[in-house]
């Protein structure tokens, strides 16, 4: 999964979800390009390979790269379970939704992501975001 989240608003206004693949890369940079509000894009990655070509691709020079290594360790927590990927894409685009409509984190006084980004000028209900399921 890959998702980009605005530094002064904390909204996450594009993410994709498959294999760590150009194309997944590429579907996530160019669902960003049009989002930052005519602003330069800052990009900060993690080490994936793939990233330099990928935003040069997209962006051109027209945007701030960097990229951040840490380094973990792994460590087994036993078998994982299998999520569809269907499944998988609709349980992150609800939890993104979630996250820029409903939540209001302490930083943004009171306001959801997607306000402080002039989106939208209240909070969502979560039953806005899933209607009548």
């Known amino acids: 999964m890959f998702f980009a989240i605005d530094h002064d608003t904390e909204i996450v206004p594009a993410w994709a979800v498959g294999k760590r693949t150009e194309e997944t890369a590429l579907a996530l940079l160019y ?17 994936w390979n793939g990233y330099p070509e990928t935003i040069e691709q997209v962006f051109g020079s027209g945007v701030d790269y960097a990229t951040l290594t840490k380094e973990y360790e792994s460590v087994a927590v036993g078998p994982g379970r299998y999520v569809p990927p269907r499944d998988l894409r609709a349980a992150v685009s609800l939890h993104f939704g979630y ?15 997607a306000m402080a980004a002039e989106a939208v000028d209240s909070p969502w209900e979560v039953a806005d975001l899933v209607g009548d399921c």
């Open 31 to 47: 669902r960003l390009k049009g989002s930052p509000n005519g602003t330069r894009p800052q990009d900060l990655t993690e080490a």
């Open 99 to 113: 996250y820029n409509f409903v939540w209001q984190p302490r930083t943004l006084r009171g306001l959801t992501p």
